[in-house]
C-alpha cells in the first residue's frame, strides 16, 4: 500500500495541483460562459417564438426548429460539427472558441425551452392586464412578466447548468484542457489512472455539488413566497 | 355625438359566431348596463372593444374617430381613453397594491413618480383601501383586490370604465363594498359599460340597460322599461327566471 | 465561405451508419433496463432500508450524477487493468452507463414510489386490501403512470449519452460517423447526417414510447377484468 502512498504523494506536487486547478477553472469557465450566453440567446428564442406579429413567423419557425435539433443532438456530435465547419469560416479559431460555440448552441436550445416555460407559467389574466393598461409587450416583460417568471425559471436554469459541467468532459476531446482532459494528461506524466481520475471524479463533484444543493435550496425555497 | 359608438361588431371564437351584428351608442356620462344568460356575448363585447379579442367585421367609434383594431398606434390610444376591469381582478402579483397602480401612468402615460404616487392614494382612498397602500394582492380579500383593480384602471383617468362582471367572482358579503364604489364612479360622471348579473343593482344604478342574447343585442332601453315592462319576450322570460 | 457541400459520399454510407445507430439503441436499451434493475433497488433500500443502507445509496447517486459518465468509463476502462481486470471498450462503457443510469433511475423511480398519495394507501387500509394487494393495485400503476414520462425522457438522453462510446473506439453512431469521415473527408456532411439520425431517432422513439404509454397506462379497460379495483 506503500506505493499508492507514494503515488499520492507525487500526484499532489504542486506542479500538477495548479494544473488541476487552472483545468478546473477553465471547466468552470466553459459552464458559465455556456449558461450566460445561452441564458440570453435562449430567451430571445423564447421571446421571438411567443411573438405575435405575422411577419415573424418564419422566424418563429427556424427558431421552433431550432430549439428541437439541438435538444436531439449529441453534444459530442455538435462539437465535431462546430469542429469542421468553422475551418472555412474562421481557420484561426482555437481549440477553447469551438468548444464554447458549441456549447453555446447547446444551450441556447436547452434554456431556451426552461425560460419558455418560465414565461408561460405567469397567468395570461395579468399579461391581459398589462395589455388594457397600454403597458406594451417590453413592459409587460420587464415589469409584470420577468419578475415572476424567474422563479419558475431559475430550478432548472441550475439543473441544467449541473448537467452542462458534466457535458463540459467532452471538450476534452477536441483537445481543451479542461478538467477531463487533465486527467488524460495526469495519466500521461504517469500518474496511476485509478488515482489520476479519481481525483478528476472528486474535482468534479466539487464543482457540481454546490451548485445541485444550491438548485435543491432555491427550489424549495422559491415554491413558498411569491415576493 | 356619441362618446363611443358601437356599429355592427361581429367577433368569432373558431367556428362560433360569438357577437352578431352589436350596435350600440353611448352617450357621454352615460351609464349603460348588459345584461343577459351566460355565453350571450356580454363579456366578449366589452374584450373586443378594448381590443383583447378581435372583431371579425364593424366598425367602434370613439367620440367619433374609428379605432382600428389591427394598428397598434390606434390600439394605444383607444386604450388610453378606454379602462377595462376583469371580473378576476387581474392584478400583478409581483406588486404592492400602491405599485399596482402607478405602474401604467409613470411607465405609460410618463407621470412623474411623486405626482403619480400622490394620485394613486388619492384613488385607493377613494375605494377604501388607503390603508393597504404596501400590501401584496395575495394578502388582500376579493373585495379588496376587485378595488385595487377599479383603482388601478381609475388611475390612468379613462374616459369610458368597462366593467366586466366584477362582482361574479366574490362573496356575497364583499359585492356591496365594491357596489359602492362603482356607485361613486357613476356620480362622478365618468362613462361606465357595465356587465353585471347583480340585477337590483343594475336597476338602481343604470341610465339604459341592453339585453343580450346568443351574441345579439335583444332589448335595450331605459332601465325601468327593461325591468318593469319589457316589450320582447325573451327578456321577459330573462326576467321572469330572475324572480 | 468558399466550403463545397457534396452529400454524396456520405448518403452512400447511410446503410454503414444506419447499423451503427442500431447499436447506438443497443447501448441504450441494455444501460436501461440494468439500470433500471438498479433504479428499482435502489428505490427500495432508500424508501424501506436502514439508515446505514440509505446513506449508502445516498452516497452512491449522489456521487454518479454529480461526475461527468465519460470521467466514470475513464476510469473503469484505465483504472481497472491496475488490479487485473482489463476489460473490452464496449463493457466498460456499458458498464459505466449502467452504474450512471443506476442513479438516475433509482432517484427516478423513488421520486414516483413518494408520489403515491397517502390517502390512496389510507384507503386501500379501509377497504381492507392485504399490503401485497396495495401494492399491486393501487401503488404499482400509481408508480408507473408517475414515472413513465420522466423514464421516456432518461431513455432518449441515454440514446444521445451512448455517443461516448465512440471515444472508445465503439462502432455505434458517432463512431461509425468518425470512422467515415477519415476515409471520404467529408465530415460536416456525414456528421449533419448522422445528428439528423439522431433527431430522427429520438424523436421516433419518444413519440413511439409517449404514445405506448398513453395506451396501456390511461387505456380504461372495460370487459376484461379490471386491475384498477
Not at chain 1, 421552433?64 to 469542421?84: K, S
Not at chain 1, 453555446?104 to 436550445?109: E, G, K, N, Y
Not at chain 3, 447501448?27 to 443502507?53: C, D, E, N, Q, Y
Request: glycine residues 8%; positive net charge.
Amino acid at each position: 500500500m506503500s506505493g499508492v502512498l507514494e503515488q499520492a504523494r507525487a500526484l499532489f506536487s504542486q506542479d500538477n495541483v495548479l494544473f488541476v486547478l487552472a483545468a478546473m477553472g477553465r471547466t468552470l469557465m466553459m459552464t458559465l460562459l455556456g449558461c450566460a450566453l445561452g441564458f440570453i440567446a435562449g430567451m430571445l428564442l423564447a421571446l421571438l417564438r411567443r411573438s405575435t406579429r405575422s411577419y415573424l413567423a418564419p422566424v418563429r419557425l427556424i427558431a421552433a426548429v431550432y430549439v428541437e435539433l439541438f435538444r436531439r443532438i449529441p453534444f459530442l456530435v455538435i462539437l465535431f460539427i462546430v469542429l469542421f465547419a468553422i475551418g472555412p469560416i474562421a481557420p484561426d479559431a482555437s481549440l477553447f472558441t469551438i468548444a464554447a460555440v458549441s456549447i453555446c448552441l447547446l444551450a441556447t436550445a436547452f434554456l431556451s425551452e426552461i425560460v419558455g416555460a418560465g414565461l408561460d407559467s405567469v397567468p395570461t389574466t395579468q399579461v391581459q392586464a398589462a395589455e388594457a393598461l397600454n403597458l406594451g409587450r417590453l413592459r409587460t416583460l420587464r415589469y409584470v412578466v420577468l419578475p415572476q417568471a424567474w422563479r419558475v425559471i431559475l430550478p432548472p436554469a441550475i439543473a441544467f447548468g449541473v448537467m452542462f459541467i458534466k457535458d463540459t468532459a467532452l471538450a476534452s476531446q477536441m483537445g481543451v484542457v479542461e478538467l477531463t482532459f487533465a486527467g488524460k494528461v495526469l495519466v500521461n506524466r504517469g500518474v496511476a489512472p485509478a488515482l489520476g481520475f479519481g481525483l478528476i471524479l472528486l474535482c468534479y463533484f466539487a464543482l457540481s455539488y454546490p451548485l445541485t444543493r444550491l438548485g435543491a435550496h432555491l427550489e424549495r425555497r422559491l415554491a413558498t413566497s411569491r415576493h | 355625438m356619441p362618446h363611443l359608438d358601437i356599429e355592427e361588431i361581429c367577433a368569432q371564437y373558431g367556428d362560433t359566431r360569438v357577437l352578431d351584428a352589436v350596435s350600440l351608442h353611448i352617450e357621454r356620462g352615460e351609464v349603460v348596463s348588459v345584461i343577459g344568460p351566460s355565453g350571450s356575448g356580454k363579456s366578449t363585447l366589452l374584450r373586443v372593444l378594448m381590443g383583447l379579442t378581435p372583431p371579425t367585421r364593424g366598425t367602434v367609434r370613439l367620440e367619433g374617430s374609428v379605432i382600428d383594431y389591427r394598428s397598434r398606434a390606434s390600439m394605444r390610444s383607444a386604450r388610453a381613453r378606454m379602462a377595462i376591469v376583469f371580473q378576476q381582478y387581474n392584478l400583478f402579483q409581483n406588486m404592492t397594491v400602491l405599485r399596482n397602480v402607478t405602474l401604467a401612468p409613470i411607465a405609460v402615460q410618463k407621470r412623474g413618480p411623486l405626482e403619480a404616487e400622490q394620485d394613486a392614494i388619492r384613488v385607493l382612498e377613494k375605494v377604501g383601501l388607503g390603508d393597504k397602500l404596501s400590501a401584496y394582492p395575495d394578502e388582500l380579500s376579493g373585495g379588496q383586490q376587485q378595488r385595487v383593480a377599479i383603482a388601478r384602471s381609475l388611475a390612468l383617468r379613462p374616459e369610458i370604465l368597462l366593467l366586466d362582471e366584477v362582482t361574479a367572482a366574490l362573496d356575497p358579503e364583499l359585492v356591496q363594498e365594491v357596489l359602492c364604489t362603482i356607485r361613486a364612479l357613476a356620480r362622478d360622471g365618468i362613462t361606465l359599460l357595465i356587465v353585471s348579473h347583480e340585477m337590483s343593482f343594475v336597476r338602481e344604478i343604470s341610465d339604459r340597460v341592453v339585453m343580450m342574447d346568443a351574441g345579439r343585442i335583444v332589448e335595450a332601453g331605459p332601465a325601468s322599461e327593461i325591468f318593469n315592462a319589457p316589450r320582447v319576450p325573451r327578456t321577459r322570460e330573462f326576467m321572469r327566471r330572475l324572480g | 465561405m468558399s466550403y463545397q457541400f457534396d452529400f454524396g459520399p456520405a448518403f452512400g454510407s447511410v446503410r454503414y451508419l444506419i447499423r451503427g445507430a442500431g447499436l447506438t439503441l443497443v447501448i441504450a436499451f441494455v444501460s436501461f433496463w440494468l439500470g433500471a434493475v438498479i433504479g428499482l433497488l435502489g428505490a427500495l433500500g432508500k424508501t424501506r432500508g436502514g439508515a446505514s443502507l440509505r446513506r449508502a445509496i445516498d452516497g452512491y447517486v449522489v456521487f454518479m450524477t454529480n461526475t461527468p459518465a465519460l470521467v466514470q468509463v475513464y476510469f473503469i476502462f484505465y483504472g481497472l487493468p491496475s488490479v487485473g481486470i482489463t476489460l473490452a471498450p464496449l463493457t466498460a462503457v456499458l458498464i459505466g452507463l449502467v452504474l450512471n443510469s443506476g442513479a438516475y433511475l433509482t432517484e427516478i423511480i423513488r421520486a414516483g414510489v413518494l408520489s403515491v398519495p397517502k390517502s390512496e394507501l389510507e384507503a386501500t387500509e379501509a377497504i381492507g386490501l392485504t399490503r401485497l394487494q396495495s401494492v399491486r393495485y393501487v401503488v404499482i400503476p400509481h408508480v408507473l403512470r408517475t414515472v413513465y414520462g420522466p423514464l421516456v425522457n432518461f431513455f432518449v438522453l441515454l440514446v444521445l449519452g451512448s455517443s461516448m462510446a465512440a471515444l472508445f473506439g465503439v462502432e455505434e453512431l458517432t463512431g461509425r460517423a468518425i470512422n467515415i469521415s477519415t476515409t471520404n473527408l467529408r465530415t460536416i456532411e456525414t456528421f449533419i447526417i448522422v445528428a439528423l439520425i439522431y433527431v430522427a431517432l429520438t424523436l421516433c422513439a419518444q413519440l413511439a414510447l409517449t404514445a405506448a404509454g398513453r395506451r396501456s397506462l390511461y387505456r380504461a379497460r372495460p370487459a376484461k377484468r379490471s386491475a384498477y379495483v
